[in-house]
């Protein structure tokens, strides 16, 4: 079994949907979602960068 072969989670958020049927209440809260997910991602980033920072200083010394 593979990655692909999971089953995937519905998007909460699509990027690039219509937003005119939307209520204000429903895009201040996609708006939170977004800000969350974003959150999320920067942490990954930090988290990635700082395993590559220390395997580049393992390999340097």
Same mark, same amino acid.
């Given at each position: 079994?593979?990655?692909?072969?999971?089953?995937?989670?519905?998007?909460?958020?699509?990027?690039?949907?219509?937003?005119?049927?939307?209520? %204000?209440? =429903? *895009? +201040? !809260?996609? %708006?939170? =979602? *977004? +800000? !969350?997910?974003?959150?999320?991602?920067?942490?990954?980033?930090?988290?990635?960068?700082?395993?590559?920072?220390?395997?580049?200083?393992?390999?340097?010394?």
């Amino acid at each position: 079994m593979s990655f692909e072969d999971l089953p995937k989670k519905p998007a909460l958020v699509t990027l690039g949907e219509n937003l005119d049927l939307l209520s %204000v209440a =429903e *895009l +201040e !809260q996609r %708006v939170g =979602e *977004l +800000e !969350q997910e974003i959150a999320r991602v920067k942490a990954a980033i930090q988290s990635k960068r700082a395993s590559k920072n220390a395997a580049d200083a393992f390999f340097r010394s």
